[in-house]
């Protein structure tokens, strides 16, 4: 029995983004204050706010984001987890980046085809497509029944 082959979060990189924007805002605080030119309090006020969104993704760091066994899949969804048996999965894929919007992602469809579900891959993540790619394909052919 291998592994789980899970998907989490760079937390040191959410870490590194988050201060890096609060410091930039205290900087534009400082400067409204200091020279009386309080336009600056809005680049202040979104820095800060892109700075708290980044740090809050670091509460659940020891949680992943998704998780492939011999089994099946797990993976977080809006309301909560998603698990499939491997012999639900009507389709398991790895996309990848389309152009400057669409990040690379595990794309999940049921056997109805009814269903889908996505997990983040990439630069936010500890797992490039490649390795999710060949992770995956050893995973399904061992485990489909």
Known sequence: MEDAFEVRRRTGLFTLLGLVCLALAAG??????????????????VLAAVGLGHLRGIGDWSTPLFVADDHGIRLRAEQGWVGLLWSELGEIRVERREGLIHDPRIKVVSTDGQRFYTAPLG????????????????????AAY
Not at 28 to 45: I, K, T
Not at 123 to 142: C, D, I, W, Y
Request: proline letters at 8%.
């Open 123 to 142: 630069l936010a993540t500890n797992v490039s497509p490649g390795e999710a790619e060949v992770q995956l394909a050893q995973r399904r052919p061992a």
């Open 28 to 45: 534009f605080g400082w400067f409204a204050y200091d020279r009386e030119q309080y336009v600056l309090v809005v680049p202040a006020v």
